[in-house]
């Protein structure tokens, strides 16, 4: 039985363009990307210079003041690029597969029968590190700190985001596995955050994790959010945390004893044709995802790596971020409207009633990037707090 926390404060947008529970799988990618910039707080040094043929889990680089975390290779292949950006900092690492699939080895064994130190050892070794977050500071943690407990979120709130429960369908051993292991890295609890009401979730069924369901707008699947309710950081204090999606890439690597970042991506927005979802490694490029699915190629687009709210801006040609399993595309939103603030507003979205279309809160709207008189100086006048469920 799990625990039910209500959020009242939050806020749902609806959007055109919720991808369909509809799977294609992506064989190959002409190439794929790691990027440094997805892991904030670090310093990369080169290991696999350009043209060195790597397996999948080979050290590409590792962090300059933490020479334990390494991040590896998704794929086996030849390294034909390191691209480089202002003072020459690394922008990303580049490999062209070769398609033979090979892969480094590592530890295959049940979390069980391992010890800590084991575990740790081969979740550092493989490149599987980065997926652990800390909380304060969202940061790669360091190994040598042990967490007072471990927070995984299991569904997303943000709008267009996609369905954990439908991406774990098909992995649930090697999420429980995942799990398994984690409880080992810590001498707390490990919590899993759940979406209450729907009959289907197999994260209920979870074993040696404590529950707990969380109902209301978003952002009740923030993974800060699911902290403040459940448990609180205190000062001095230091927890981890994960997404579903990354404790199943943790979970096989135990089952498998190897390094497998395979990834459901969610294509989603209102200028895509069919938002589904597609699975592909971890790095994929993408246009490869992209490929034919896009509207009306007169109008600008804006490709976002992640939600809408918090995703990063990139572009087709670009890769998917580290950590993302949605890929939202929208109007860019860059013609001026003639008059837009004297019409009546009936399809743009309205939380202030500003315009008629609160009348309509359900209605999923078509809404661009466009920040319609560019940045302002945030002012406080509570309309904040009307959507903000922690009390700071």
Not at 72 to 89: D, H, L, Q, Y
Not at 94 to 112: A, L, M, R, Y
Not at 178 to 204: P, R
Request: proline share 6%; with cysteine; glycine share 8%.
């Amino acid at each position: 039985m799990s625990n039910v926390i209500k959020i009242k404060r939050g806020l749902d947008i609806k959007l055109v363009g919720v991808p369909e529970k509809e799977l294609k799988e992506i064989t190959s990618s002409k190439s794929y990307g790691i990027k440094p910039t997805d892991f904030p707080g670090i310093t990369p040094k080169v290991v696999s210079k350009v043209d060195t043929d790597v397996k999948a889990g080979t050290t590409l680089f590792f962090d300059k003041y933490n020479p334990d975390v390494v991040f590896t290779s998704p794929v086996s292949g030849k390294i034909t690029a390191i691209n480089r950006g202002e003072r020459r900092r690394i922008l990303e690492f580049v490999i062209e597969p070769d398609g033979k699939n090979e892969s480094e080895t590592f530890i295959k064994n049940k979390p069980e029968n391992l010890s800590r130190e084991e575990i740790k050892e081969s979740i550092l070794n493989s490149g599987c590190w980065p997926f652990i977050r800390q909380r304060p500071f969202n940061i790669i943690p360091k190994p040598e700190i042990t967490p007072r407990d471990i927070f995984i979120t299991s569904f997303n709130s943000a709008p267009l985001t996609a369905d954990l429960n439908f991406i774990v369908k098909n992995d649930f051993s090697a999420f429980q596995t995942g799990v398994n292991a984690l409880t080992k890295l810590t001498d707390g609890k490990v919590y899993l955050g759940i979406k209450a009401g729907e009959i289907s979730n197999q994260f209920t069924n979870t074993a040696n994790a404590e529950k707990y369901e969380f109902s209301g707008p978003h952002p009740a699947g923030n993974v800060g959010i699911q902290i403040n309710k459940i448990k609180p950081v205190n000062k001095g204090e230091v927890v981890w945390t994960l997404n579903a999606v990354d404790v199943i890439i943790i979970g096989k690597l135990f089952e498998t004893g190897v390094y497998n970042p395979m990834r459901i991506i969610a294509l989603a927005g209102s200028e895509i044709e069919h938002p589904k979802y597609y699975k592909t490694l971890l790095g994929t490029k993408l246009s490869d995802i992209t490929n034919g699915q896009i509207k009306n190629k007169d109008i600008k687009k804006r490709f976002i790596s992640g939600d809408i709210l918090s995703g990063e801006k990139i572009s087709e040609n670009d890769y998917i971020g580290f950590y993302d399993t949605t890929i939202s595309v929208i109007p860019e939103g860059d013609k001026p409207e003639f008059f837009g603030w004297a019409k009546p507003g009936l399809k743009k979205f309205s939380f202030s009633r500003t315009f008629f279309s609160w009348l309509s809160p359900n209605k999923e709207r078509i809404l661009d990037a466009n920040l319609h008189g560019g940045e302002r100086p945030f002012i406080v006048t509570g309309e904040l707090d009307k959507v903000f469920p922690m009390d700071i």
